[in-house]
């Protein structure tokens, strides 16, 4: 499984980015978990949003809800994570991250997953 983000960049606070994570190798062949995390300095790798496959079913950290909408293509093979309404609270590298058989009540669990991306950053000046 490869995962390859792309989409970060530096934005004002109040603009949206659009991030992409292009997935090869089985990463959505499920039944699993696919899922965004976040990393700013100093802190811990945190969950932002996920969803299992096979699944219409979306889960969001409680700070991004009604701003960032999880989403994947209908060939399977993307998952994208819009952002909008940034804050520079927002601003961290982003990782996407892949348990093709990952169970729900571990789909927030950074140490549940097996395969990530190399992160993209997103800063959101004030």
């Known amino acids: 499984v490869q995962l390859v983000e792309s989409g970060g960049g530096l934005v004002q606070a109040g603009g949206s980015l659009r991030l992409s994570c292009a997935a090869s190798g089985g990463a959505f062949s499920g039944p699993g978990n696919m899922a965004w995390f976040r990393q700013s300095s100093g802190k811990e790798r945190e969950f932002v949003a996920g969803?299992?496959?096979?699944?219409?079913?979306?889960h969001y950290v409680d700070s991004v809800k009604g701003r960032f909408t999880i989403s994947r293509d209908n060939a399977k093979t993307t998952m994208f994570l819009q952002m909008d309404s940034l804050k520079p609270e927002d601003t961290a590298v982003y990782f996407c991250?892949?348990?093709?058989?990952?169970?729900?009540?571990?789909?927030?669990?950074?140490?549940?997953?097996?395969?990530w991306g190399q992160g993209t950053q997103v800063t959101v000046s004030s």
């Open positions: 969803f299992r496959l096979g699944s219409r079913s979306t």
């Open positions: 991250a892949a348990h093709p058989r990952g169970i729900l009540s571990t789909i927030r669990l950074v140490n549940s997953y097996n395969f």
